[in-house]
């Protein structure tokens, strides 16, 4: 059955997924068709009765010639002429189907609020196109004022947004990186279970004490997301208390539920950010009718720029980046046999490193994904220099720039994820040790990427087949290595 709008309630994450990512239909509902088409008529009738106001799109051009006002002939005019862009943008790969129909269901929430004034028609066209394939939008290149350069590409795929006879907007909105955001914090809470498992299983490889997660910690930190990184991190490591060394685990272990608890605390915020900002669609610009303003007019406005979710993302990946930190030092402290108390090196009872059954200098492997990461997670500010040659647009919305470079910095995090992951299973194997229940069948979803090493192999392979499993859980959910553990915020 297709997903229904009727209010913007049903503007949720978990309809965005279902529309973007699984590919279902969508279709609006009859209380958001009447919405709509209310909305229409009292802005026909609003223009009818002000021939002479500005408005902008409507009674003015767009863009470098807003100033110049344009009756009904002119408006038609420019019509046939269509868009003047047909594709600006260039560089690095196609962005992913789900991205696209991400950003066609976010210009769906500005419908389906009234404000663009758009009729049942042009709604309900845009709807149906997502039974289809999308356009082909460029990844590079984007970043722009009122996120203007990915539209072109909707407005010359999809003319019924350009043929409408009169509306307030039938796009200018902050589609793309709401849209983008909202798949990002889908994949960001997978990807937070994904972690926190594999630092259980860091944690049971070198025996960490659990009083370095008792839960009587959870009053002394009055941390809401800091308690349940204790409570995950217990419920990963449920079983006898055998052999645990007896004297504390280094710095890294120690801190890391604290760690945890901020990146949970910033996935929320992600997490509620891009659902509230799919159901607060705002363009330029944008109708009010009665009972949705404090009067009937048209405004122009800077809605169109979301200044949000720029912080949201970039909190998400310096979290990827402290984790990676810590995911690092444990790679190595597993492998320093005078601390970790396991075999020096991992190397197994009577065999030597240089045999090469072993996964020692590893270790050195995420150094470089680290240094990359920081690179990519400095702060998303607005940018320096004026936009284009442009009397309007003169600062670009940075929403996509934080979107695209979280992706990344979170890539580089499966790496490290898929090296740590391998690094504890193979240190658990050599001492003949099982994962803790909790942990078994998430333990053998990684075996079968990268199996403990008992032959001299191209490890580094293994370390790659994993990340990619991992990243692909991430983005598709339906896994092992995703699912939820007991507790979350």
Known sequence: MPVSLNEPDDLTL??????AVKGEKIRFGETAIRTISASNKAFLEYVSARPNEFIYGTTSDYGPNAKNRINDKERQRLKKIGVPFLGLSFGDENLPESAVRSMVFAILGLFLRGGSAVSPKTARALAKRLDGPMPKIPAGGLTSPGEILPLFYLLRAFPELVDEPLCASSGNTAFCSVGLAGIDAITTQRRLTLAQKVFALS????QAPLEHIDPALKPLWNDPYEAVAIDNLSHCLKGPLINRRPFQAPVSYRILPRILGQALRASERLYRCSEESLQSMVSNPMFFTTGI?????????????????PQALDGVSMSWVDLAELARRHIIKLHKGPVSKL????VRLGDHYRAGRTTS????????????MRRLSEPTLLLAAEAG??????????GYIACRNQRQVAYLFDRIMAVLGGVASHALDIQDRRAPLELANFVAEIRKYFPPVTKKRIIGNSAARLAHRMSDAIDNGNSVMTETIADRV
Not at 343 to 346: G, N, V
Not at 361 to 372: H, T
Not at 389 to 398: H, K, L, T, V
């Open 14 to 19: 978990i309809n965005l997924e279902r529309v």
């Open 203 to 206: 944690f049971e490889a070198i």
């Open 293 to 309: 303003g404090s009067k009937v007019e048209t405004i122009s406005t800077g809605g169109y720029h979301n200044a949000r979710i």
């Open 343 to 346: 075999p020096d090196r991992l």
């Open 361 to 372: 200098y590893l270790e050195f492997v995420p150094a470089d994904f680290v240094d990359q």
């Open 389 to 398: 040659a442009s009397e309007q647009d003169d600062i670009n919305a940075n």
